[in-house]
């Protein structure tokens, strides 16, 4: 299939008076890893929110493999194989790794007392809960072990485990390594390289860590102030460049 | 050698005893509590009249489970509202006007007594809908809402019945809702208690086996996570004050059928012990997670107090004081627990 995957089309979004992203467009590619950097109120996170259906655009338009979609609610983007993985609003303390997997698209009962009651299977969900975890790097304990004892990694790999389990298109990873040790973040970095070698999934990496950014992305997405102010690839720049266009210390013409 | 064996697994022995008591501590220190309450109130009955057991009878027992029965139904409600996180002022109100206007519809437009309970239940949820969808669509704290609704439906149940008590309803209405069904010897269980049991196992399994009870958990934890996993937030939320109100609908029924007449001052407070009950029995008031066992024992333990205050003659002012401080006694017990169990 030929064109991106996603194409991000002149997007903008205000609140009130702030203009929080100006027409901002970039496609995201098959097997891609895409870096999402810019300064604290750049627009990353309207813009995450936006692809994700979290918020809608007040212009602009996305298209998903060459058709236009509209996202008006979170679920719209899930149907359309799009998983987010936020920073803070993950997992539900409360519910066990595998209630937090299928959260919002549990697997019921049979027949028609099952479908009526919602009555949950919830044996079936630790056990795919199992398989879809394991292919990850990083340990889990039992699907049935409550989300608050985890450390900071596991919980990133219940939610990252979440997201493939259900994200057959692209991932948006809101800074996936930035509450990790170094020994955690290495592994969720080796897994967001596994996902793309070897499912060819398309990613979102959003992130302030440079060196993780620089090791991961094939091409490297600059916000500053709501614009769009570059795009990089990988080969042709260093750590020192995307800094200076984050901060403002270089400028790009704006990319069409 | 052996010896040395031996006192190592007597310690392991000793420290997992005490493991285990812990444990059955944080778990069920609220049935412990209820246990020992019991237990309490049974030494010291035969002390007031004649040395004659007036507690611990089967009697006796059933009319606490009576007594507990209305408020039981009111905190399942109040069970999955808190769970959601929210809060529901209005239960007491919802009581109220469930009662006057289904008193007066058997009176006045003659739908008979499965009609009067039936129009009772459909009240309340469409009460609780309201709540339901003030919270949602004008996004109003649940707290601001239901104490509006507070004034409201009480203010309704006043101008329907123009202040006074509905009299000379259907009588098998009574005969039917408050019928004590034999239970061999001369003990009979009244339907009221029999309602409540059913309805806390439904409410159970509803919140540990269900989607529904899921996403009341999950809403209660992070209504934001909830809603970018693809939740509809919104609809459950509506859903789960409907409930409320229906349950409401139910104590409203039951308390008309008991009473034998539909008052609009009745239901009063309610509200108040149904969450005691809620929180005392473990639910977490910042939401998340809840227990429907813990609110039924939690709603037995308040009608055991009251049940004994009764039996040694405590004057009715005290009444209100005692059962206050007991509920703040079992929160900071709650509390206590839940550190040791971190």
Request: aromatic share 6%; charged share 15%; glycine share 10%.
């Amino acid at each position: 299939m030929a064109g991106p995957l996603l194409y991000i089309d002149r997007i903008s979004k205000s609140f009130g008076a702030v203009r929080a992203l100006r027409e901002v467009s970039f496609a995201v590619h098959r097997a891609e890893i895409v870096a999402l950097v810019g300064d604290n109120g750049a627009g990353k996170s309207t813009l995450v929110k936006i692809i994700s259906g979290a918020l809608t655009p007040d212009s602009g338009k996305l298209w998903l493999e060459g058709r236009e979609v509209h996202f008006r609610r979170p679920a719209d983007a899930i149907r359309e194989g799009i998983e987010t993985v936020y920073q803070h609003l993950a997992l539900i303390e409360e519910l066990d790794v595998a209630d937090n997997v299928y959260l919002g698209r549990e697997v019921t009962r049979g027949g028609l007392l099952g479908k009526v009651t919602g009555w949950l299977d919830r044996p079936l969900m630790r056990t795919l809960t199992q398989q879809a975890i394991s292919q990850l790097h990083i340990k889990i304990p039992a699907p049935n072990r409550s989300v608050r004892r985890l450390s900071g990694g596991q919980r990133q790999a219940v939610a990252i485990g979440r997201a493939i389990t259900w994200g057959h298109k692209l991932l948006i990873l809101d800074e996936p390594t930035a509450a990790l040790g170094v020994e955690e973040s290495e592994q969720v970095l080796l897994t967001i390289e596994k996902l793309r070698d070897e499912q060819g999934l398309s990613m979102i990496v959003v992130s302030h860590n440079m060196q993780d950014v620089y090791r991961i992305a094939d091409r490297v997405v600059v916000l500053r102030q709501g614009r769009h102010v570059a795009t990089l690839v990988k080969e042709e720049t260093t750590p020192q460049e995307i800094v200076a266009y984050i901060t403002g210390a270089k400028s790009q013409a704006q990319p069409a | 050698m052996a010896e040395i064996a031996r006192a190592q697994l007597d310690q392991l022995d000793q420290s997992t005893l005490r493991q285990a008591i812990s444990q059955l501590l944080v778990r069920y220190g609220i049935v412990i509590v209820l246990i020992v309450l019991v237990l309490a109130v049974s030494l010291l009955s035969p002390l007031v009249r004649d040395g004659q057991q007036l507690f611990l009878t089967p009697r006796n027992l059933i009319q606490v489970a009576l007594q507990a029965s209305i408020n039981m139904i009111l905190a399942v409600g109040m069970t999955f509202v808190i769970t959601s996180g929210g809060i529901d002022l209005s239960v007491g109100s919802i009581v109220a006007l469930c009662g006057v206007l289904s008193a007066m519809a058997m009176r006045d437009l003659a739908i008979g007594a499965w009609g009067g309970f039936a129009l009772a239940l459909v009240i309340g949820a469409l009460c609780g809908f309201i709540n339901g969808l003030l919270i949602t669509q004008l996004r109003l704290p649940p707290f601001i809402v239901t104490l509006g609704t507070l004034g409201i439906f009480r203010g309704a149940a006043l101008i329907v019945s123009d202040g006074r008590s509905v009299y000379g309803f259907d009588r098998r209405f009574q005969e039917i809702f408050s019928a004590r069904l034999p239970l061999g010897g001369d003990l009979e269980l009244p339907v009221a208690v029999l309602i409540a049991v059913v309805i806390g196992i439904l409410a159970w399994l509803i919140l540990t086996q269900t989607r529904f009870g899921k996403y009341t958990i999950a809403i209660g934890g992070s209504e934001e996570t909830a809603r970018l996993a693809g939740v509809p937030v919104q609809r459950y939320k509506l859903g789960i004050y409907t409930l409320c109100g229906l349950l409401a609908g139910v104590a409203g029924a039951l308390l008309l059928a008991r009473l034998r007449s539909g008052d609009p001052t009745f239901g009063a407070g309610f509200e108040l012990n149904a969450i005691a009950a809620t929180v005392m029995g473990g639910t977490s008031l910042s939401g998340g997670s809840g227990t429907i066992l813990g609110t039924l024992v939690g709603s037995l333990i308040i009608s055991v107090v009251q049940n004994a205050m009764n039996l040694f003659n405590v004057q009715s002012y005290w009444q209100q004081l005692i059962v206050g401080a007991v509920i703040l006694f079992a929160v900071v017990l709650d509390q206590w627990r839940r550190r040791q169990s971190r």
